[in-house]
């Protein structure tokens, strides 16, 4: 079965901090993966995806930045947060070529 | 203006009660989805439709893709349908799954 890790499950950070989020995909092979950024109370909004190792595409300009380092790990950072970061961060992949995309449970981010 | 937009963006119900989610789309998209997400956060996907009508237990979905329209369908509203509805759909038919989300509907079942 396939299971999708995101860490950690909350962060709180200052203005200014660096951050680092993952994202761990286990039992699937070449995964597509996906960043997505939410709002509180807002919608969903793509940030970043990667077909495969080593090449991510840029969705929206958010001062953040990913990599896939591995087939199964997705990793989003910043050297510099801003309040405007806050909100809440969640994971996907789907195979391709297959319908359904498949989401972690989340990093709750909050900028002081 | 808006690629997706949600009706209504709020619904409370009373429990045994249906609804209906209507989700709009500014062009003639294709794999249009809709999720849920728990109160807590968790997002699961309800369907993939991206024309037609599909049912899964006491949900419907129905796309007409000519008229840029969908709907969920929720009958016999239970309090464990509580949570956010959202429409999302694929503007690029590219390979990198570009999905445009709506606002959401939240829907509130009261016992």
């Known amino acids: 079965a396939q299971t999708i890790h995101q860490w950690p499950v909350a962060e709180i950070k200052a203005v200014g901090s660096p951050l680092s989020l993952g994202c761990t995909i286990k039992g699937k092979s070449s995964p597509n993966l996906y960043w997505y950024w939410q709002a509180t109370g807002g919608t969903l909004q793509q940030l970043f995806y990667?077909?495969?190792?080593?090449?991510v595409e840029s969705v929206v300009q958010l001062n953040l930045s990913a990599s896939r380092p591995k087939d199964d790990q997705f990793i989003l950072s910043t050297e510099k947060l801003l309040l405007s970061h806050s909100g809440f961060y969640l994971c996907a992949w789907i195979q391709g070529g297959a319908e359904t995309l498949y989401f972690g449970s989340g990093t709750r981010l909050t900028v002081l | 203006g808006q690629q997706v937009q949600q009706s209504p963006a709020s619904l409370v119900l009373q429990e045994g009660e249906n609804a209906e989610l209507q989700c709009n789309f500014s062009?003639?998209?294709?794999?249009l989805q809709w999720f849920y997400q728990h109160p807590g956060g968790r997002l699961v996907s309800l369907f993939y439709n991206p024309s037609g009508t599909k049912h899964t237990g006491r949900l419907t979905s129905t796309t007409v893709t000519n008229e840029r329209r969908g709907s969920l369908h929720i009958s016999s509203s239970q309090t464990t349908d509580s949570g956010t509805y959202f429409c999302a759909i694929d503007l690029t038919n590219s390979a990198g799954n570009k999905l445009t989300f709506g606002i959401g509907t939240r829907v509130l079942v009261r016992p």
């Open positions: 990667s077909i495969t190792v080593g090449q």
């Open positions: 062009s003639t998209a294709t794999r």
